[in-house]
Structure formats: C-alpha cells, structure tokens
C-alpha cells in the first residue's frame, strides 16, 4: 500500500511538471533568441532578416540545421556568418529555442 501511494505521488508530480516545463521552455526560447544575439540576424521573433525565416519552421529541424551550422558541418551559402557567433549555445539552449520558433 505504502509503495502504491509512492507510486501515485510520483505520476502527479511527474503530469505537473510536464505541464508546468511547455510554458517554461517557451519563454526560456523567447529569452535565449534575444539573449544569444539571433534576433540581430534573424529579425524579431524569427520573422526573418540577413538570416532566414526561423518562426514556424518544424522543431526538430531547427534543432538539426542549427547544430549543424554551430559545428561546422554545414557550411553552405552564409553559415559560415553564422558559426563563429553560436560556437557557445548548448544543445540544451537550442532545444528550448526551437520549442519556441516552431510555435509562432
Ligand atoms: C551573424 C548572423 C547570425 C546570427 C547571430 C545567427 N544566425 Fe542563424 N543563420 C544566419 C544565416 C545567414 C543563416 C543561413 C545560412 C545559409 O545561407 O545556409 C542562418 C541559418 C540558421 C538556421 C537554419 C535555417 C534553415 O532554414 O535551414 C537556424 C536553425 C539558425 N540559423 C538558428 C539560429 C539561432 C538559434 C541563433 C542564435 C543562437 C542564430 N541562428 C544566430 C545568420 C545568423
């Protein structure tokens, strides 16, 4: 019985934080975007500029496309602009980042 309820307090805990971490990661995405210096390249909510249109792009392919660019693998058209200003974003950081464009 004792590990019953141990186990039910577990499962609530575990549905509160995965509803209270959506918003969260969200607005941890909005500050890093701004924070790391995107939105100088990449407009205002990723709407676009010297970068391209980031806002509503699917997440997982932020997330591959950006480490990608931060690594050196991608070195087509104008990463190479882009690399050497991301080498210090986490792959954490970009996780949270795509979260947020891929909902705008
Ligand atoms: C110095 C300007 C600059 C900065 C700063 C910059 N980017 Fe970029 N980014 C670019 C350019 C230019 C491209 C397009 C590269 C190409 O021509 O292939 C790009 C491409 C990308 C792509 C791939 C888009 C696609 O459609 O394939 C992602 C994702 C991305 N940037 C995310 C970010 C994030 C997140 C940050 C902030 C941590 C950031 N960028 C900072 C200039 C920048």
Known sequence: MKLYSGIVVAAIASI????????????EGKSLFASNGCEGCHGHEGAGSVGPRLAGQQEKYLIAQFKLIRDDE???????MMAPAVKNVSDEDISSMAAYLSGL
């Open 74 to 80: 991608r070195t087509t058209g104008l990463s190479g």
């Open 16 to 27: 509160s934080i995965m509803i209270v971490s959506t918003p969260n990661v969200y607005a």
